[in-house]
């Protein structure tokens, strides 16, 4: 609500709450048009219909209604810069983005996520004796204490969540690739983020994939509104990235069969025991050799160098100025590979040989259904 107080047409607002359209139904109409997905020449169509005359509407055509929409009080603002490499390619390499503080303080001070926002780390337990911990909201996890132990006294931690994956803008026409870079908060409540509807993640950037022819405030803090329009002094360290396992490795800057989590490599995929994590300084310790003996310019040379210690050839990680934020805990599994297909693929499978699909169908379909999970009525042998 500070943009429209703010805002030059807030005396406006004083007598007209919806201005700068006359009424609220002139509003709800104005909505279900610009979110109906027609087009500028079928809105024209609509508005020029008779019966819609009679309406006295305050605009008349598609291009005067979206100038009434414009002149509210805007979300982030797209921008775009253009990426100068050293070899030549197809197409100019064009990166769009939104500044990804605005995209924050956007979410954070969403009236949607009023009562949705954790805002305080919390440990929950399932008894007064403290014997078994329940852990639900990323709040609720030691990271979030450990994070928020390091900040200022009354400072507010807010954890951002990244993700992206390699998609195909057009398919036909140009075959352009991009990899859409989405933002949220992992101070949202879990349920609430899930929900398509709930809009809690914001498309923040485009980066582009090029074809060849051959960060300070997670450090000092800002001062953002949260929902309440409560000014509160807010440090944002990337607590998680959502990527699929090719991406994880070029995140965390190593290459092929090799964990982006842990220091292990593929021979070592099958030990029975955790191996030490990648942490960011064991990276940018490497690095710093690679560095060292070539120079990055050279690529062809530093990627072999890179090479000896597994790297991918990423010369300056994204996070290396991040402070809090560690690849080896922000990279998220894979839930599919990681969980779904490890649990169906061994575990269920075992229950089945050693039980029987029988009972096993019994067991799921008498259990007691609950809201927002699925029940298997009829077992999961089948």
């Known amino acids: 609500m500070d943009k429209f107080n703010r805002d030059e047409f807030s005396d406006a607002r004083k007598s007209n709450l919806y201005y700068p359209f006359a009424c609220r139904n002139e509003w709800e109409l104005v909505l279900w048009l610009l979110h109906s997905g027609l087009s500028m020449k079928a809105i024209d169509a609509f508005l020029s219909l008779p019966i819609v005359k009679l ?8 291009r005067d209604l979206r100038g009434h929409a414009e002149l509210l009080p805007s979300g982030p603002r797209w921008r775009s810069t253009e990426i100068k490499l050293l070899h030549p390619t197809k197409h100019p390499v064009l990166l769009y983005w939104h500044d990804a503080l605005e995209c924050i303080a956007w979410i954070f001070n969403h009236p949607s996520f009023r009562d949705q926002l954790d805002l305080i780390p919390e440990r929950l337990y399932t008894s007064d004796a403290k014997l078994c911990r329940v852990y639900t909201e990323w709040m609720t996890g030691d990271e979030a204490w450990h994070m928020q132990s390091q900040l200022p006294e009354g400072a507010t931690l807010i ?69 309440k329009g409560n000014l509160r002094y807010c440090f944002t360290p990337l ?20 964990s982006p989590i842990t220091m292990a490599m593929f021979k070592q995929f099958g030990d029975p025991f ?109």
């Open 239 to 258: 607590a998680g990235y959502i990527v699929d396992t090719p991406e994880a490795a070029m995140l965390a800057c190593v290459g092929g069969k090799t």
């Open 274 to 382: 955790w191996h030490e994590p990648r942490t960011a300084a064991t990276t940018l310790v490497q690095l710093s050799v690679v560095k060292s003996k070539v120079d990055p310019a050279d690529l062809q040379a530093f990627f072999r160098e890179a090479q000896r210690f597994r790297l991918n050839g990423v010369s300056d990680p994204f996070w290396r100025n991040f402070p809090l934020s560690c690849p080896s805990i922000f990279i998220m599994p894979e839930l599919l590979h990681y969980i779904h297909k490890e649990s169906w693929d061994h575990d269920v499978q075992w229950c089945l040989n050693i039980v029987g699909e029988s009972e096993v169908d019994f067991r799921f379909s008498v259990l007691q259904p609950t809201v927002g999970s699925r029940h298997f009525k009829g077992g999961i042998s089948c």
């Open 159 to 227: 954890g951002t969540i990244l993700s992206s994956d390699k998609t195909n803008i057009t398919n036909i026409c140009g075959g352009r690739v991009a990899h859409p870079l989405l933002i949220s908060l992992a101070n949202i409540k879990m349920s609430t983020r899930l929900k398509l509807s709930s809009r809690s993640f914001m498309l923040t950037a485009l980066l582009p994939v090029p074809k060849f022819v051959h960060k300070n405030k997670p450090q000092f803090g800002v001062m953002l509104p949260d929902t």
């Open 55 to 62: 309406l006295s509407l305050s605009f008349s055509t598609a």
